[in-house]
């Protein structure tokens, strides 16, 4: 990409900063084990006080006006955590799964999915597929999870079912683009983040969305998922909106 050219959304537009708001905020919910170890509970502990925090996260994200939340779940990388946590963390998904979708009707939220949803148990496979379906029309926001997800395998696949479609005649490589690059990725018909926030004081994107935040704008907090409020989403919202976003152009 060179320094003159905007990142390629799925045409649908970004915010520019300046006083707006993000369309699309993506956040890296990190910290949950330390805050379960700084008070002397379980790992598990921390996943379900950091599930409440998600949910606060999407309430506020409705009520600021953001059309696009991006929620980092579970990576692909996390299948190599414990067993144990793995199942607690499967469980914690069943049953948000199961008791969140009336909310989620009831807020005119919209769920959708990215990731390897193969590697999940396929009980959990069913009730995405069912929630995905009983809020598609909702309009208010799209809320993303990102599951068993890795941004450079997105991108290998992407670029493997290109591949294949160029070795079947039915494209011209030469006419391979950004544009086109980018409506075989999994957030096709999404916009790319204005915004990617991410907790715990980590400074790093961790294989999360490697083609979309290419030009997103960063915000790094210290403070742990669990405790993260509304209040501090409103404050980044807030940051966000006081800073310029030139995409590699000279300030005006």
């Known amino acids: 990409m060179t320094a003159k050219t905007k990142p390629v959304s799925n045409d649908l537009p970004a915010s520019d900063g300046g006083g707006k708001l ?61 067993d144990e946590e793995v199942s607690d963390l499967m469980g914690l998904l069943r049953f948000y799964l199961k008791r969140e979708i009336k909310s989620l009707q009831k807020d005119g939220v919209r769920l959708r999915v990215i990731g390897n949803r193969a590697m999940l148990p396929t009980d ?87 083609w979309q935040t290419a030009y997103s704008e960063f915000i790094f907090t210290d403070t742990l998922w669990p405790d993260f409020s509304a209040e501090d989403f409103d404050a980044a919202l807030a940051e966000f909106s006081a800073r310029e976003r030139r995409y590699g152009k000279v300030s005006g």
């Open 124 to 210: 959990i496979q069913e009730l995405i597929s069912a929630a995905e379906k009983q809020t598609e029309n909702n309009a208010r926001i799209t809320l993303i999870i990102a599951l068993s997800y890795g941004g450079r395998a997105e991108i290998v696949n992407a670029a493997m079912s290109l591949a294949v479609k160029a070795s079947e005649g039915v494209i011209d490589p030469s006419e391979i683009n950004e544009e086109m690059f980018s409506g075989y990725l999994e957030t096709v018909g999404i916009p790319d983040p204005d915004l990617l926030i991410r907790t715990s004081g980590e400074k790093r994107i961790s294989n999360f969305l490697l």
């Open 22 to 82: 993000p369309a699309h905020v993506a956040i890296i919910m990190d910290g949950n084990g330390r805050w379960a170890k700084a008070r002397g509970l379980p790992r598990s502990a921390g996943h379900k006080r950091g599930a409440e925090a998600a949910r606060k996260a999407v309430r506020a994200a409705a009520e600021a006006g953001v059309s696009y939340i991006t929620l980092f779940g579970f990576s692909s990388e996390n299948w190599s955590r414990p």
